[in-house]
């Protein structure tokens, strides 16, 4: 059995597959809204391999700029359309101590693209945890320490999982090594989202 940090929680398979097809709609008309956009580094400008989008008050950036929280989409600006009422009750569900989330990071991967180890560390609130929710095909998901050198491990994620990471676990390092092709057939096209529901503000 592979033992998890404290605080750190994983639970394969939360959604059905009906679930997972309400939620992959629920996207489509947050996408339809809010187009993916394709992020890029700060300073450097090099562009990321996973393509973005929000939902929520406030949405996660990153440009040349650097990172950020802000309530237009970048490119159209736009405000970010809501969070759909699904994700709301997730977080009810799995968060129920914190206060409501604010933003959701909607993330795709085409199988070839990867997020190297990094920390969520942009948000005011560190009390709340952060919650993420796989769709489509399987990814190899890292997980290290709070501080960048620690030792690492990897397990694999896939449609419908959920994954908590608060408490003594909400500053861990955590990145997506590999997308494993062909593994769902949830996404007509492959590929994979990660949704991530965050509180900003203190
Ligand atoms: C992220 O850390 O923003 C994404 C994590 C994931 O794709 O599972
Ligand atoms: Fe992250």
Redesign the pocket.
Known sequence: MLVLPKGLRHIPGHLDRAAQERLVDAIRGVVAQAPFYRPEMPRTGKPLS?RMTNCGELGWVTDRAGYRYQPHHPVTGEPWPPIPDMLMDLWREFCPEARPPQAC?V?F?DVTAK?GL?Q?RDEQDLTAP?L?V?LGDA?L?RIGGTERGQPTRSFR?ESGDI?VLGGPSRLLF???DRIYPTTSALLRDGG?I?L?LRRVTA
Do not use: I, K
């Open positions: 996973v990071l993330n991967y997020m990094h969520d952060v993420s796989s990814c998901f994620l994954v955590h990145g997506v994979r990660n991530t």
